[in-house]
């Protein structure tokens, strides 16, 4: 026992200090029932049509998108399948954007190309 376990067994013995009055639980149920409001009981809620309608369809839009978009870039940008790698070939304007993107400067670029 910890110290506390033993502090509080020291000033409360084994007794239970909670008590219920007498025929608390003979009538529980009954006056649980008499406080509910009248009605019927709530449905349970179905995944309607129409919400699996807009799922299905905002899915199919994604994919539109995204083919439309791969399917939009140029012939330079198009990924290349070679030895298990996957290369992007595009021209110096999208790799200054990169390396603007990634805080690259001249120095970092070229350790990266040497380790490859």
Request: hydrophobic share 40%; proline share 4%.
């Amino acid at each position: 026992m910890t110290n506390e376990e033993e502090y509080i067994s020291s000033r409360m013995g084994k007794r239970n200090p909670f008590t219920v009055p007498d025929g608390y639980f003979e009538h529980l149920t009954e006056r649980v029932m008499q406080q509910l409001p009248a009605g019927e009981a709530p449905k349970a809620k179905v995944l309607s049509i129409r919400r699996l309608f807009y799922a299905a369809a905002c899915v199919a839009s994604l994919f539109v998108v995204g083919a439309l978009a791969f399917h939009s870039l140029s012939d330079e940008q198009q990924p290349i399948f070679s030895e298990n790698r996957v290369e992007t070939v595009s021209n110096d304007e999208y790799l200054d954007e990169a390396a603007d993107y990634a805080m690259m400067d001249n120095h970092e670029i070229y350790l990266c190309l040497m380790n490859e």
